[in-house]
């Protein structure tokens, strides 16, 4: 019994359940306060959020020792700081911002024309205009705007300074219109883009690894009032071991709602948070102001495969020996299951948003998904196959 006990205690250090989150320690640690002096390049506290002035670190940037002194810091501030920084100025060409958003505006009105849009993870529909991928929509709309854009060295530096070098660009613009709601409090990308049954199939470790792998920021391309409702954020929450999991906890959400903050921005300002950190974007309570951000959402170069693999063509050729092996009986389903985790892709993501939408959450169907229900339902290997392609073809840009 008392092996069976320690056995279970070790199971508990490493796979954690929803309703055992311990909330009291969130509580305790986003009661913390962000000392200025922890961070000399700072600038400034604004309600717990570091400030950077980047007029003041522009001398910085041409030399590899400042350089690495200012990325240092900026680690120190998404990890194990407050979880949140404010680039202010980062972007001092408002010509070029208001070209990009321009762009941004023709996109969103040919979506409406035509229908095209994805719609949106947490809002409702109407209530914001997004355009997925829109790094690539703005590259091939207007390369010297997107080089103007893109060239900017504290997107370069912050990104650099979270994940290394070699790492991958995206973004998504949001615009949350008059009158559009705040989110629930949330994490991102990628254990955040899961459900809680899902998390709970993850090692503690790679909750703690999923932080690591992304850097969540955005560019205002208008000014952001606070009616306008600028990103509500929770300081230190990044630092809640469970955070993925308990964040659909309702006394997690009470606990953000009483406690978060929420700073104004300034047009080519930036904000760069852990993507463990809770955080939702706000509430629009202006009249007029349709509050225009980018978000963008930086990957490690390190999240791939070591070797290229042909997925589909080997799900084609699995596809008859797993239907052949359940019907005759030398397959249980759990071993049916293993031999298509290892042969098809079980991950959603990348994906063309625009095309391939969420189903029933934050995450669109996967291919190892495609083809378990295709067993489940007795596809034609012919059936499976057009499946296949109608999928693939939605994931192309």
């Not at 629930?184 to 883009?193: K, S």
């Not at 904000?271 to 939702?280: E, G, N, R």
Request: proline content about 6%; aromatic content about 8%; glycine content about 8%.
């Amino acid at each position: 019994m008392l092996i069976r006990n320690g056995m279970e205690e070790r199971a508990a250090r490493h796979y954690r359940r929803e309703a055992e989150c311990d909330v009291a320690a969130l509580e305790a640690l986003t009661t913390r306060e962000t000392q200025l002096a922890d961070y000399p390049l700072a600038a400034a506290v604004e309600k717990n959020v570091l400030i950077y002035d980047c007029a003041r670190l522009e001398a910085m940037l041409g030399k590899a020792e400042e350089r690495r002194l200012v990325m240092a810091e900026w680690v120190e501030a998404l990890s194990a700081g407050p979880g949140v920084v404010v680039l202010k100025g980062a972007e001092r060409d408002h010509a070029m911002i208001d070209r990009a958003s321009d762009l941004f505006r023709a996109m969103i009105a040919e979506q409406n024309r035509t229908g095209s849009g994805g719609g949106d993870h947490f809002a409702k529909p109407g209530a914001n205009d997004r355009v997925w991928n829109a790094l690539e929509k703005h590259c091939l709309a207007d390369p010297e705007n997107f080089a103007r854009y893109y060239g900017n060295p504290y997107l370069d530096l912050i990104s650099e300074a979270w994940l290394g070098p070699n790492y991958q660009m995206t973004a998504q613009l949001n615009v949350v219109n008059p009158g559009g709601e705040a989110q629930a409090p949330h994490r991102d990308y990628h254990l955040g883009f899961a459900s809680a049954a899902a998390i709970e199939r993850y090692p503690l470790h790679v909750h703690l690894l999923s932080p690591a792998l992304t850097l969540q920021g955005a560019i205002a391309h208008v000014d952001a009032p606070m009616e306008t409702g600028p990103t509500l954020l929770l300081p230190f929450s990044q630092l809640w071991p469970e955070g993925y999991l308990g964040m659909g906890r309702e006394d997690v959400r009470a606990h953000f709602a009483a406690h978060h903050v929420q700073l104004p921005l300034e047009k080519g300002d930036m904000l760069f948070f852990s993507p463990a950190l809770l955080h939702a974007a706000g509430a629009n309570r202006s009249l007029d102001v349709k509050r225009m951000v980018n978000l963008f959402q930086v990957s490690s170069a390190f999240g791939r495969a070591m070797e290229t693999v042909d997925r589909a063509r080997m799900v084609m050729a699995l596809y008859p020996a797993l239907l052949t092996g359940r019907t005759e009986g030398w397959l249980t389903p759990a071993q049916s299951a293993a031999a298509l985790a290892a042969a098809a892709e079980g991950y959603s993501f990348p994906t063309n948003l625009d095309r391939d939408p969420p189903v029933g959450g934050m995450a669109p169907r996967s291919q190892a998904s495609l083809v378990g229900e295709a067993l489940e339902a007795g596809y034609t290997v012919e059936a499976l196959g057009a499946s296949l392609d109608r999928q693939a073809e939605k994931k192309l840009s």
